[in-house]
T-cell receptor
Framework: EPEVTQTPSHQVTQMGQEVILRCVPISNHLYFYWYRQILGQKVEFLVSFYNNEISEKSEIFDDQFSVERPDGSNFTLKIRSTKLEDSAMYFC????????????FGDGTRLSIL | DQQVKQNSPSLSVQEGRISILNCDYT??????FLWYKKYPAEGPTFLIS?????DKNEDGRFTVFLNKSAKHLSLHIVPSQPGDSAVYFCAASGRDSGNTPLVFGKGTRLSVIA
């Protein structure tokens, strides 16, 4: 069964450094998402992406965050200058174009900011 | 902001019996509801969904019931198996589109005891 893959599984970064989290969505999916889950809290929406542009973003997704689909397969989340509070699990998801379709998630990247 | 609430943080059930997980929502614009299962160190795995035009959807051992007037949905697992032990998340989205952020509950940890 096709799946969403994320790399790395764990990223440790010094505060203030840039970090790029990578995702390969399911190949025939057209909508892409990033979510995060801070330890002990809910899974929270960050951003959705379709047709090479951001469709929606949450309040969390400020100017420090950006997303890109640099080629036909990868979808990346960049945090420009990391803060301690960016430590979380980051999940990538994708879905097909049709309405009312489930989003399928990767196994996440654990980001630890020191 | 608790648009999706799962009020039971944990549930223990004997193997072979029924597991019932509950979820309440407050936003009347939600029209698509999903249940995800999550094992440690993995991403949420889609289980079953229901559109607001239905009140029941069944897939094997899993059935989701939706009560729109009460803004309540439940997931029934019968018979429960030890492999069902995981955290279960209820999620909802608000428009008939594939490009919609999901709003998650905090999750319920299900333990199925052999």
């Amino acid at each position: 069964e096709p799946e969403v893959t994320q790399t790395p599984s764990h990223q440790v970064t010094q505060m203030g450094q840039e970090v790029i989290l990578r995702c390969v969505p399911i190949s025939n999916h057209l909508y892409f998402y990033w979510y995060r889950q801070i330890l002990g809290q809910k899974v929270e929406f960050l951003v959705s992406f379709y047709n090479n542009e951001i469709s929606e973003k949450s309040e969390i997704f400020d100017d420090q965050f950006s997303v890109e689909r640099p080629d036909g397969s990868n979808f990346t989340l960049k945090i420009r200058s990391t803060k301690l509070e960016d430590s979380a699990m980051y999940f990538c998801a994708s879905s097909t174009r049709q309405g009312n379709q489930p989003q399928h998630f990767g196994d996440g990247t654990r980001l630890s900011i020191l | 902001d608790q648009q999706v609430k799962q009020n039971s943080p944990s549930l223990s059930v004997q193997e072979g019996r029924i597991s019932i997980l509950n979820c309440d929502y407050t936003n009347s614009m939600f029209d698509y509801f999903l249940w995800y299962k999550k094992y440690p160190a993995e991403g949420p795995t889609f289980l079953i969904s229901i559109s607001s035009i239905k009140d029941k959807n069944e897939d094997g051992r899993f059935t989701v019931f939706l009560n729109k007037s009460a803004k309540h949905l439940s997931l029934h697992i019968v018979p429960s198996q030890p492999g069902d032990s995981a955290v279960y998340f209820c999620a909802a989205s608000g428009r008939d589109s594939g490009n919609t952020p999901l709003v998650f509950g905090k999750g319920t940890r299900l333990s199925v005891i052999a």
